[in-house]
């Protein structure tokens, strides 16, 4: 019984070293750019409420983002993902409409098994934390993509995707 129980503290104190050393020192560096609230995890989301993208666009940081420089920020992005309406899969799932959705849910596309199984929504928030640093937020994700260093980029991008994901149709 005793020696059960040591082997059960072994291995928990080998699983936290393990996590320690899988964060690396990054995180702490680009957890949050003002350095005040850490970012979330997929795993940490919690309790979500979710708008839509109208009201956010309504409220800050997003009213007043320069949506302009957010779509200059998007083209990286618009090499793996379409944007607009009836935009196809590509390397990354198509991602109109995707605010307000389940992580993970594009018809026809294969997500990582990390993704499909992750349990979120995509609001504002949770795209922040994504972005800033997609292999934080979701360890083991298949995106191949460093992240959006600051957070008034990650503002500006956001405010721009929040409008272009859910745009009518242009013709
Ligand atoms: C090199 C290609 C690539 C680039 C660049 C890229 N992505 Fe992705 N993205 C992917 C792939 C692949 C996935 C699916 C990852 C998985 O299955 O683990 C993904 C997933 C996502 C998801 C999750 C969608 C869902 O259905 O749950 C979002 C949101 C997203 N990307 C946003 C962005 C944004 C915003 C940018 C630009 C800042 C960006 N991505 C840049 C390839 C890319």
């Not at 309790?47 to 997003?62: D, I, K, N, R, S």
């Amino acid at each position: 019984m005793r020696d059960n129980f040591r082997l059960l503290a072994v291995a928990a104190l080998v699983t936290s070293v393990t996590i320690v050393a899988g964060c690396g020192k990054k995180t702490e560096e680009t957890g949050s750019d003002s350095g005040t609230v850490p970012l979330p995890s997929a795993a940490t989301m919690g309790e979500q409420v979710v708008l839509t993208a109208e009201e956010y666009l309504e409220t800050e940081p997003f009213a007043g983002a320069n949506r302009r420089r957010g779509e200059k920020q998007a083209q990286i992005c618009k090499a793996c993902h379409s944007l607009n309406d009836g935009g196809p899969n590509m390397i990354g799932p198509a991602l109109h409409g995707f605010f307000g959705t389940e992580v993970g849910s594009r018809g026809g596309f294969e997500y990582s098994a990390v993704m499909r199984n992750a349990d979120f929504v995509w609001t504002p928030e949770a795209l922040n934390a994504w972005l800033a640093q997609p292999g934080r937020f979701l360890p083991g994700n298949r995106m191949t993509f460093a992240g959006v260093l600051k957070q008034e980029d990650r503002d500006d991008l956001i405010a721009y995707l929040l409008a272009a994901t859910t745009a009518p149709p242009s013709d």
